[in-house]
């Protein structure tokens, strides 16, 4: 099993991340969100396991992605649901949020607030 601390380690790293702070009550104690995180844009859940579901194939794709100097993007889709999954390096997904100027305009609205 995991140490409480350091799953609520990385709970604060990435709401950092993402220019807010760890939700100290998040789930059913909260009484305004249920989110990691304090944000009021982003919904954040972070989980932290020994072997989460879909990371080896992430790795692997990751892999071969390298090897044709690509993106790796895995899309996970459900049968009879419409709806689209996307799992993409972490990095990249702050990088492209920076670069598109996105992160810094919802950090400017969550600090006016």
Do not use: C, Q
């Not at 059913?28 to 982003?42: E, I, K, N």
């Amino acid at each position: 099993m995991t140490d409480k601390s350091t799953w609520k380690k990385r709970e604060t790293t990435i709401a950092r991340d993402f220019g807010t702070r760890r939700n100290p009550l998040s789930g059913s104690m909260s009484g305004h969100s249920s989110s990691d995180s304090l944000s009021d844009t982003f919904y954040l859940e972070s989980k932290l396991r020994a072997n989460p579901p879909g990371w080896n194939l992430f790795l692997d794709t990751r892999d071969k992605a390298k090897k044709e100097k690509k993106i790796p993007i895995v899309v996970l889709s459900k049968k009879y649901h419409k709806d689209k999954i996307a799992m993409i390096d972490y990095d990249f997904l702050l990088e492209l949020l920076k670069k598109s100027g996105y992160l810094d305009e919802i950090l400017e609205v969550e600090n006016e607030l």
